[in-house]
T-cell receptor, first 114, second 113 residues
């Protein structure tokens, strides 16, 4: 049981390049989330999904797209990377998005955009 | 204004000391609160939920004061392994049966031998 995994762990992009971050969970969780964490900031929600085939915007969605084609996978895409998207990206999942439901985080992807 | 605010620290305490962190929140509609722990360059992990009646888990005690809109975390008999950043988290209903977590920036604790 691996929990939540993220691929890749590190990546360096040039401005304007595109990439996709992959999140996978093996806990049969309904809900999945993408956050970014920047120095001096709390984690901020980018997008989330309440089930296969559904996605919704979070607090900071601009510049990102997501897809949830399979229940266990949640993809985060950057179509045209910008230096402002340099950050640590965390994926999380929860059984359901209800009160007091624990979110389990992946190990993170460290992205640098030059 | 950030909805969840914490003193960033760092708190440097000797082993065996008792240390307390406070966190304030501005959204009175927030329904649930949590403390997460985040080790350096690692992912956040749930430490404990916070209830109005107060709850204890070993050396850790959490308390919620809704009237004053603050949450506290008390760590007794600090261990070197307690060194981490502690994130205060509020959960608010965001409609359509779903809830959103709002994270504080975290309080850094260093326990010194």
């Amino acid at each position: 049981n691996a929990g939540v995994t993220q691929t890749p762990k590190f990546r360096v992009l040039k401005t304007g390049q595109s990439m996709t971050l992959l999140c996978a969970q093996d806990m049969n969780h309904e809900y999945m989330y993408w956050y970014r964490q920047d120095p001096g900031m709390g984690l901020r929600l980018i997008h989330y999904s309440v089930g296969e085939g559904t996605t919704a915007k979070g607090e900071v969605p601009d510049g990102y797209n997501v897809s949830r084609l399979k229940k266990q996978n949640f993809l985060l895409g950057l179509e045209s990377a910008a230096p402002s998207q340099t950050s640590v990206y965390f994926c999380a999942s929860s059984l359901r998005r209800s009160v007091a439901d624990t979110q389990y985080f992946g190990p993170g992807t460290r992205l640098t955009v030059l | 204004r950030k909805e969840v605010e914490q003193d960033p620290g760092p708190f440097n305490v000797p082993e065996g000391a008792t240390v307390a962190f406070n966190c304030t929140y501005s959204n009175s509609a927030s329904q649930s609160f949590f403390w997460y722990r985040q080790d350096c360059r690692k992912e956040p992990k749930l430490l404990m939920s916070v209830y109005s009646s107060g709850n204890e888990d070993g050396r850790f005690t959490a308390q919620l004061n809704r009237a004053s809109q603050y949450i506290s975390l008390l760590i007794r008999d600090s261990k070197l392994s307690d060194s981490a950043t502690y994130l205060c988290v509020g959960q608010t209903y965001s409609g359509a049966g779903s809830y959103q977590l709002t994270f504080g920036k975290g309080t850094k604790l260093s326990v010194i031998p």
